[in-house]
């Protein structure tokens, strides 16, 4: 199947091939999000070297792994024998790109690379060998580095103070799909529905290509949930415990941070997070926040006018938050479809339609014709007091035209009709708004709903302009 979507990383990858020495790429992101199909596809016609490290094995174990699949290709290896050591097997791979005449690219593919460096293996050193003492000394190397465990590739290759610092010539932090590459996605599998199922689907998968993949043609989006999550054989009931592990190195502290988060719809601070999770404040807590949001589990929110210590976390990633809102301490085979209509789904369809939102700025800005524009993104909360009526914004589009949309995102079945109590609500939060921050900008209230909403009197009292699930997909 074609890679769909992914624009800007083939493009990023196909330029490698075009550069006139050679480069270091590293691909990193969550698991099952689609690296490795996606450097296979885009580098086959110039892949010479792939070799995928071993889970859990030891270094005697990587090392004739490494060594079967170039002898596998070469056929010459055989009289160098089973390499001892990590310089040694690069060596052999030095030794049979030098026998290639071709001047082509030539991509040495490195996949699960953190399987490689066992303990006191040597192998970073090696790599790092290989790399500076050879691949650079030469214009047609493309060593692409990939793997799940992004905390590895950030610190040790990325972030290196060694061999490594500053040698990564290009660096592609996979990110799941928009809902519009969703759509082509499964468009590529024949599977078509309307666009809100897809808004839906997306608000409990997210655009993770794996868990996708298992969506079949002729369900609905209720039957959907219920076979990945619910059933005896749901491929998506246990992912929880293998995400986390496979990413990072002490996922404990990951997971904590995610679980308070899950707790609080709206984001957390720093210091709340210290609270809720009891981890040490410092670097450790700084490491882990920033591992999380490279791949894309959480955002950072700055509240407009606020301090940086009231900087916002909020949990984005799908999967995660619907696992811990609906199956974390679910007991038996549920049936979802029972559950599908209740009170507390339509409450979390609220939140998860607003983290859609968040996770597509880019497409809301497009939709409001003022892509070109600078902007700020931000969140807004004012607590009010017993004398003052409170307010809470979940998405402030600050604006260099002195503007400001003020967007409510509202989940809804059907056309979205806009009543006197509700328009009353809006004009107080922009009031209350616009009283609290002094802004002196223009500030436009725009509505996002899945079906758009009903034009009526209350809309145009207060409504500016409104945005429906169509859009997201243009």
């Given at each position: 199947m074609p890679v769909a979507g992914r624009k800007e990383e083939i493009r990023l990858l196909e330029k490698q091939m075009q550069l006139p020495q050679s480069s270091f790429v590293a691909v990193y992101g969550r698991r099952r999000i689609g690296k490795t199909y996606l450097v296979r596809q885009v580098c086959a016609k110039q892949m010479l070297f792939e070799c995928s490290g071993l889970h859990e094995k030891n270094t005697s174990q990587q090392l004739e792994n490494f060594y079967l699949t170039l002898n596998h290709l070469s056929g010459k290896n055989k009289k160098n024998?089973?390499?001892?050591?990590?310089?040694?097997?690069?060596?052999?791979?030095?030794?049979?790109?030098?026998?290639?005449?071709?001047?082509?690219?030539?991509?040495?593919?490195?996949?699960?690379?953190?399987?490689?460096?066992?303990?006191?293996?040597?192998?970073?050193?090696?790599?790092?060998?290989?790399?500076?003492?050879?691949?650079?000394?030469?214009?047609?190397?493309?060593?692409?580095?990939?793997?799940?465990?992004?905390?590895?590739i950030i610190n040790k290759v990325i972030n290196d103070r060694g061999g490594?610092?500053?040698?990564?010539?290009?660096?592609?932090?996979?990110?799941?799909?928009?809902?519009?590459?969703t759509a082509e996605f499964l468009q590529l599998k024949k599977i078509d529905l309307v666009y809100k199922d897809i808004v839906q689907l997306y608000m409990v998968t997210g655009g993770v290509p794996f868990y996708l993949n298992d969506v079949e043609r002729g369900e609905s989006v209720p039957q959907i949930i219920q076979r990945l999550f619910f059933s005896k054989t749901?491929?998506?009931?246990?992912?929880?415990?293998?995400?986390?592990?496979?990413?990072?190195?002490?996922?404990?502290?990951?997971?904590?941070?995610?679980?308070?988060?899950?707790?609080k719809n709206?984001?957390?601070t720093r210091s709340e997070i210290i609270n809720q999770t009891k981890l040490a404040s410092g670097g450790g807590l700084t490491n882990t926040l920033q591992e999380l949001a490279a791949c894309g589990f959480i955002q950072t929110i700055q509240?407009?006018?606020?301090?940086?210590e009231d900087l916002l976390y909020r949990l984005l990633d799908e999967y995660s938050i619907f696992y811990l809102k609906f199956l974390e301490r679910a007991s038996g085979s549920r049936r979802w479809l029972e559950m599908y209509n209740n009170n507390t789904y339509k409450v979390w369809c609220g939140f998860a339609f607003e983290n859609t939102c968040l996770r597509h700025t880019v497409a809301i800005k497009t939709a409001l014709g003022i892509a070109g524009i600078s902007s700020s993104e931000y969140s807004w909360q004012h607590k009010g007091s017993v004398s003052a009526t409170g307010a809470q914004v979940d998405l402030l589009i600050d604006r260099t035209d002195n503007c400001i949309n003020l967007c409510e995102a509202k989940f809804y079945n059907g056309p979205f009709e806009i009543t006197k109590q509700y328009a009353d609500t809006?004009?107080?939060?922009?009031?209350?708004?616009?009283?609290?921050?002094?802004?002196?900008?223009?500030?436009?209230?725009t509505l996002i709903t899945p079906y758009g909403a009903t034009v009526n009197r209350y809309y145009n009292s207060i409504v500016t302009n409104q945005l429906t699930a169509e859009d997201f997909f243009r």
């Open positions: 024998g089973l390499p001892a050591t990590w310089l040694q097997a690069f060596d052999q791979l030095k030794q049979y790109i030098s026998s290639l005449r071709t001047t082509s690219k030539k991509v040495i593919f490195l996949d699960e690379i953190s399987w490689f460096d066992t303990a006191k293996s040597g192998f970073k050193a090696a790599l790092d060998n290989f790399w500076n003492q050879y691949a650079t000394k030469r214009n047609d190397i493309v060593l692409v580095i990939c793997g799940s465990a992004a905390s590895w490594l610092h500053n040698r990564i010539t290009c660096s592609i932090a996979m990110q799941p799909f928009t809902l519009r590459e749901a491929p998506l009931k246990n992912e929880f415990d293998n995400l986390y592990s496979a990413l990072f190195k002490n996922s404990g502290d990951h997971i904590a941070v995610i679980k308070a988060l899950a707790a709206k984001g957390l509240p407009i006018n606020k301090a940086k809006l004009l107080k939060k922009k009031t209350v708004f616009a009283s609290q921050v002094k802004t002196k900008k223009n500030i436009f209230v």
